[in-house]
């Protein structure tokens, strides 16, 4: 069973413009999926579908075999944890706690259950010293931090980001990249929309590539290096895949091709093979 399925799936906002346009995809369990596109191409809008944040108006969204519709929706949002782009949007209360409490809390858990699942959400991203503080007092990274401790709590079993990483600096993005892969190696299914080719490249399993609220293509990280189809979608190449276009060796991160042109690596001719 796939973790979601999208079927002919429409949307077009208030003043008439349409942001999706026919999409089908189904999305594997246990992967990072990311859902690329230049601005405008429908990624945010898909991502607010699937956990009913915005309804369907053509077409149908399900989730681990469930439709998500008014019928199934509290068991939808149980399943799906989504985080917008600006923590703002998702953080009110008054403590750290208390927002990260707030899911559990409608669940109707009792006290004690509660209580333990914010205290190990807080554990798990770093954050138990800000349970008492105040939201709006924290830094963007802590916010997002709390953000995503709120949906730990709740025990989704499909995350859905909207451009996780944005504004975040290299080391909190690396921190929360460990997490979410932690989260993935346990059953999670992740699931973001980004703009960013290199992150994609370097870290999803999967892509799906938009382009005017229609999916161009979707498949593993190996479409990233077919340049047709990215020129296409207004996105560039990645830039190890630039590097590495004429090479038997295709790193995908940083440290892959550090250890490719290493001196003494014995590997450095595979990268100069275009010579």
Known sequence: MFALEIENLSFTYPDLTPALEDVSLQIKRKKKTAILG??????????YHLNGIIPAQQGRVKVLGQQ???KNMQ???KAV??????????????TVFNDIAFGPRNLKLDPDTMTRRVQEALERVGIRELAERPPYCL???????AAI????????????FDEPFSGLDPEVADQFREILDELVEEGATLVFSTHDVN?????????????AGR?????????????QVLKEAALPLPLLAQLFRNSHEQPRTVEEAAALVEPGSGRLKAVDSSR
């Not at 401790?149 to 499909?158: H, Q, W």
């Open 199 to 211: 992150l994609a490249y370097g870290w999803a399993d999967e892509v799906v590539i938009m382009k």
């Open 75 to 77: 068991e939808v949002r």
């Open 81 to 94: 944890g989504l985080l917008f782009d600006n923590p703002d949007n998702q953080l009110f209360s008054t």
């Open 215 to 227: 999916v161009l293509t979707a498949g593993t990280y190996d479409l990233l290096r077919d340049g």
């Open 139 to 145: 830094s963007l990274g802590q916010k997002k931090r």
């Open 149 to 160: 401790a709120g949906l730990l709590a709740m025990k989704p079993r499909v995350l859905a």
């Open 68 to 70: 998500v519709d008014k």
């Open 38 to 47: 230049a601005n405008g191409s429908g990624k945010t809008t898909l991502i």
